[in-house]
């Protein structure tokens, strides 16, 4: 049989900071190195919802502020719906920073405008003014699937609610808040995190996890995905645990 994924890019042009489109490359070869078809389908501002409906993964990145607010106004009530069926009914996606606050109930500029946010995750974000340090430098977590390493660079301090769970917990760095010592969040299939970097490239196994859920989801069986050799992409991920100096 052959298998495929269709990989949906939310907004490449205005969504997209510090590398995160590092994580399209990285889950698309994954994919074409085990003989798995992989289609990358840009939603650029204005796609239609027949697209967005088509994909197996989701990914959306970073971006200032400014371009956060230019898409809060392409999602209209129609493609909130959508992503919100999606989400929920266990598509999976990452959501890096901007994208990851956009998830949750509302983003605080440190001017204290609010873009509304999607409200599907348990979740909100905060700037605590423009005197108020930014949150900048390489991190590491501890997750259910081993440690992730990445690099982080928010002025938002995003806080949990009850219904949803961390991703990680901080090794080094700072992550949701700088205060509570977790980073991210997790919700069904979905993650978010603050990791730029990109953060799969230099976590393959984190890339494996989400193809690897998409094809259970998609083909409705469980997956065992062939061996890659990663040496390179385990050196880049030690490079950053030893710039930290933290053993792995
Ligand atoms: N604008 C957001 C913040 O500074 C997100 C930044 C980003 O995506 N790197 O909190």
């Known amino acids: 049989m052959n298998y495929k994924l269709t990989i949906g890019w939310l907004y490449p042009e205005l969504m997209s900071t510090y590398g995160d ?44 502020d400014k371009q956060q607010s230019i898409v809060s106004h392409d999602f209209s009530t129609q493609k909130i719906k959508t992503l919100k069926r999606m989400i929920e009914d266990g598509i999976p996606g990452l959501y890096i920073c901007g994208a990851y606050q956009f998830l949750g109930k509302y983003y605080k500029e440190a001017d204290g405008t609010i873009i509304k946010g999607l409200g599907i995750l348990d979740l909100y974000t905060e700037s605590r003014g423009k005197n108020f340090k930014r949150l900048i430098g390489n991190i590491i977590i501890e997750t259910r699937i081993k440690k992730l390493v990445g690099f982080e660079n928010h002025g938002g301090r995003t806080y949990l609610g009850k219904n949803i769970k961390p991703l990680g917990t901080i090794v080094k760095g700072f992550g949701n808040n700088g205060d509570d010592k977790t980073e991210g969040a997790m919700y069904k299939n979905s993650f ?13 196994h984190f890339a494996d ?11 409705k069986q469980p997956f065992s995905l062939a061996k890659l050799e990663d040496t390179l992409e385990w050196k880049a991920h030690e490079a950053i645990a030893n710039r930290l100096g933290i053993g792995l």
């Not at 978010?192 to 393959?204: A, E, F, W």
Request: charged content about 30%; aromatic content about 8%.
């Open 21 to 64: 489109r590092g994580n399209i490359i990285s889950l698309a070869k994954r994919c074409e190195w085990r003989n798995i078809e992989a289609e990358v389908r840009r939603l650029e501002l204005g796609f239609k919802i027949e697209d967005l409906k088509k994909c197996d993964i989701l990914f959306m990145g970073g971006a200032q």
């Open 209 to 219: 996890l989400l193809i690897q859920l998409s094809l259970k989801k998609k083909y």
């Open 192 to 204: 978010g995190s603050y990791l730029h970097g990109p953060i799969l490239p230099k976590n393959p």
